[in-house]
């Protein structure tokens, strides 16, 4: 077993003491202090810190003269848990119980034959892993998930409010919106790390600012990790969001007034295909395509009939609230026939594809856009995949032609998260998501409401609740809302309401996933939603539903 040691020119003796005696035993690193002269103990305990929570080391020692505080500045470390111990009961307890890895002593209160004893019953002993000891250490490690943030108590009062409502929401409600998920904790680290200061307008390598060294290792990262984890040929990380991305490929490749054939929003499209009231709409001459009425699905057959009329400059594929898979291959084929631009704007269904859950558009798609914060979980914001022969229009039109400096703090943070989907611990995920999403929209299904096409392939599901129950969208959502079930109003293919009413409601199982629900739980949340949707009105139902709710989330803590 590895250990690393340190200590300040108090600590020193008793440090060379152990160094000595244990090195027979075990495998020492002695980052120092090395002489008499006096230092600062923060210095060794950042160096001890550092190894421990990067996993170079099993555990590390800490000797100061009263050891608190090495131990004060190791615990500023993530994943680094040091416990100043006294006795050797001590240093084997806060093994068991906080997985301690870091034993700290006093040189001036622990002779030199009982600090060897403390530190072989630290290392022999092994961590309790039972249920209890496993929930508090991560409520110790996460301080309710506010320690990512708890300078802001002090500096900001009002701002930490917001950030801290935020958290108890998330903490005791099941988050069913289909275009949310939840981040991880390396993922707001970078997103909130001090590559926000830097301006770099350009590309890597390319830049218009001095400094840009550090910026461009995260972009080029981001941009290799993307093109790796989606088969691309070329990847542009900039676009501050899935409409800019969208934006910055009709800058690329069309002129304002060419022709796009896209899916309109009423129908499951996205505000930024061509909704009249986007830029998109405006600028463009959109072509609507819808799904078939019957089936309430995409029909090739019929879209391709369509395109071959309407001859467009891009045939867009891609959707905000369609349940159903779409079949690349054949978008392809019609465009081939076309002679037409194909875009693909997997935003929703980024993450399955990542996870292999739904096919790729990647191998087919001139460019393919989508946002990096839905089914893919990561930071707010989006990104262009595109071929080769494509890249330099795509990157003039990002930068210079619609954006200026990137949100560098964003790309890193988009860099972390297509890294974690490379991981073995993300293999399932998106499998698991779209197992969730069956099991929730049968149960629903079975209690007597109308699922839009019949049922799903992905992540979502659209309820038509009006013309289950006679109620809208909006009330729907409303009543769940008041039961801590959320999710959104959203229309249907061919809806009646008004887009602020609706008749649909929409449900996804990205974010309950993320927090590691499976099968058992979708029952049981599906079960609920009946319940409340029954019978709107009845607040006893809500009540009970969201108690019941908070009691199932608190054994899926946020990561
Ligand atoms: C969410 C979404 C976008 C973009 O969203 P932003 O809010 O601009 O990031 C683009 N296309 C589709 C299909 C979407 O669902």
Redesign the pocket.
């Not at 200590?7 to 980052?31: P, R, Y």
């Not at 009982?114 to 508090?136: C, G, K, S």
């Given at each position: 077993m590895k250990i690393i040691i340190g200590s300040d020119h108090c600590g020193i003796e008793l440090k060379q003491g152990v160094v000595a005696e244990l090195s027979k035993e075990f495998q020492i690193k002695d980052v120092g202090t090395n002489s008499l002269a006096g230092c600062d103990y923060p210095d060794y305990a950042l160096a001890v810190a550092e190894s421990v929570a990067l996993g170079e080391s099993d555990a590390g020692v800490l000797i100061c003269k009263t050891g608190i505080g090495m131990s004060m500045t190791a615990n500023r470390f993530q994943n680094v848990r040091a416990a100043l111990c006294a006795t050797v009961e001590d240093a084997v307890l806060t093994r068991q119980h906080n997985a301690a890895n870091v034993l700290c002593i006093s040189s001036q209160n622990v002779s030199f034959d009982y600090a060897l004893e403390m530190i072989r019953a630290f290392m022999a002993t092994p961590v309790d892993m039972d249920e209890r000891h496993v929930r508090r250490r991560w409520k110790l490690e996460r301080a309710g998930r506010l320690s990512d943030v708890s300078g802001l108590m002090k500096d900001d009062p009002e701002v930490y409010a917001a950030i801290k409502a935020q958290t108890v929401q998330e903490d005791t409600e099941i988050n069913l919106i289909a275009?949310e998920n939840t981040s991880s904790r390396a993922c707001r680290e970078a997103a909130g790390s001090v590559l926000m200061n830097k301006y770099a307008e350009g590309y890597p390598g390319k830049r218009w600012y001095s400094g840009c060294l550090p910026v461009d290792a995260a972009e080029e990262l981001a941009c290799k990790r993307a093109c790796e984890l989606f088969g691309a040929d070329h990847a542009n990380v900039q676009p501050h969001?899935?409409?800019a991305a969208?934006m910055a490929v009709y800058f690329a490749t069309i002129k304002p007034g060419d022709t796009i054939l896209s899916m309109s929003l009423d129908q499951g499209g996205?505000l930024?295909h061509g909704s009249p009231v986007n830029f998109s709409g405006k600028y463009y001459n959109i072509v609507p395509y819808t799904v078939n009425k019957d089936t309430e699905m995409l029909d090739y057959d019929e879209l391709e009939k369509q395109a071959l009329e309407v001859k467009p400059a891009i045939l867009l594929t891609?959707?905000?609230a369609y349940p159903r898979k779409i079949d690349f291959k054949r978008v392809r084929e019609i465009c081939d026939k076309v002679g037409c631009i194909m875009m693909v704007?997997m935003?929703?269904i980024a993450g399955l594809i990542a996870g292999g859950a739904h096919e790729s558009p990647v191998p087919y798609a001139d460019f393919v856009t989508t946002?990096t914060h839905?089914t893919l979980g990561g930071p707010r914001g989006?990104m262009v995949l595109c071929k080769e022969k494509w890249a330099k229009a795509l990157d003039s039109a990002v930068f210079p032609g619609m954006q200026g400096g990137p949100l560098e703090n964003i790309i890193a943070a988009k860099a972390v998260v297509f890294r974690e989907w490379m991981m073995p611990e993300k293999k399932g995920y998106a499998q698991q998501v779209v197992k969730n999403c069956a099991v929730l929209c049968k149960t629903v299904q079975d209690r007597g409401y109308r699922i839009v096409s019949g049922g799903t392939d992905n992540h979502l599901f659209l309820v038509d609740v009006k013309s289950s129950k006679g109620i809208t969208g909006k009330e729907a959502a409303a009543a769940l809302d008041a039961a801590g079930i959320v999710v959104n109003k959203n229309t249907i293919p061919y809806d009646t309401e008004s887009p602020f009413k609706t008749s649909g409601i929409r449900i996804g199982t990205a974010s309950v996933t993320t927090r590691g629900m499976k099968e058992p739980e979708m029952l049981k949340i599906g079960t609920w939603i009946a319940d409340v949707l029954d019978d709107i009105t009845n607040t006893v139902v809500q009540e009970r539903v969201k108690e019941e709710a908070a009691k199932l989330v608190a054994g899926f803590p946020v990561p």
């Amino acid at each position: 077993m590895k250990i690393i040691i340190g200590s300040d020119h108090c600590g020193i003796e008793l440090k060379q003491g152990v160094v000595a005696e244990l090195s027979k035993e075990f495998q020492i690193k002695d980052v120092g202090t090395n002489s008499l002269a006096g230092c600062d103990y923060p210095d060794y305990a950042l160096a001890v810190a550092e190894s421990v929570a990067l996993g170079e080391s099993d555990a590390g020692v800490l000797i100061c003269k009263t050891g608190i505080g090495m131990s004060m500045t190791a615990n500023r470390f993530q994943n680094v848990r040091a416990a100043l111990c006294a006795t050797v009961e001590d240093a084997v307890l806060t093994r068991q119980h906080n997985a301690a890895n870091v034993l700290c002593i006093s040189s001036q209160n622990v002779s030199f034959d009982y600090a060897l004893e403390m530190i072989r019953a630290f290392m022999a002993t092994p961590v309790d892993m039972d249920e209890r000891h496993v929930r508090r250490r991560w409520k110790l490690e996460r301080a309710g998930r506010l320690s990512d943030v708890s300078g802001l108590m002090k500096d900001d009062p009002e701002v930490y409010a917001a950030i801290k409502a935020q958290t108890v929401q998330e903490d005791t409600e099941i988050n069913l919106i289909a275009s949310e998920n939840t981040s991880s904790r390396a993922c707001r680290e970078a997103a909130g790390s001090v590559l926000m200061n830097k301006y770099a307008e350009g590309y890597p390598g390319k830049r218009w600012y001095s400094g840009c060294l550090p910026v461009d290792a995260a972009e080029e990262l981001a941009c290799k990790r993307a093109c790796e984890l989606f088969g691309a040929d070329h990847a542009n990380v900039q676009p501050h969001c899935g409409s800019a991305a969208n934006m910055a490929v009709y800058f690329a490749t069309i002129k304002p007034g060419d022709t796009i054939l896209s899916m309109s929003l009423d129908q499951g499209g996205h505000l930024s295909h061509g909704s009249p009231v986007n830029f998109s709409g405006k600028y463009y001459n959109i072509v609507p395509y819808t799904v078939n009425k019957d089936t309430e699905m995409l029909d090739y057959d019929e879209l391709e009939k369509q395109a071959l009329e309407v001859k467009p400059a891009i045939l867009l594929t891609g959707a905000s609230a369609y349940p159903r898979k779409i079949d690349f291959k054949r978008v392809r084929e019609i465009c081939d026939k076309v002679g037409c631009i194909m875009m693909v704007d997997m935003a929703h269904i980024a993450g399955l594809i990542a996870g292999g859950a739904h096919e790729s558009p990647v191998p087919y798609a001139d460019f393919v856009t989508t946002t990096t914060h839905k089914t893919l979980g990561g930071p707010r914001g989006g990104m262009v995949l595109c071929k080769e022969k494509w890249a330099k229009a795509l990157d003039s039109a990002v930068f210079p032609g619609m954006q200026g400096g990137p949100l560098e703090n964003i790309i890193a943070a988009k860099a972390v998260v297509f890294r974690e989907w490379m991981m073995p611990e993300k293999k399932g995920y998106a499998q698991q998501v779209v197992k969730n999403c069956a099991v929730l929209c049968k149960t629903v299904q079975d209690r007597g409401y109308r699922i839009v096409s019949g049922g799903t392939d992905n992540h979502l599901f659209l309820v038509d609740v009006k013309s289950s129950k006679g109620i809208t969208g909006k009330e729907a959502a409303a009543a769940l809302d008041a039961a801590g079930i959320v999710v959104n109003k959203n229309t249907i293919p061919y809806d009646t309401e008004s887009p602020f009413k609706t008749s649909g409601i929409r449900i996804g199982t990205a974010s309950v996933t993320t927090r590691g629900m499976k099968e058992p739980e979708m029952l049981k949340i599906g079960t609920w939603i009946a319940d409340v949707l029954d019978d709107i009105t009845n607040t006893v139902v809500q009540e009970r539903v969201k108690e019941e709710a908070a009691k199932l989330v608190a054994g899926f803590p946020v990561p």
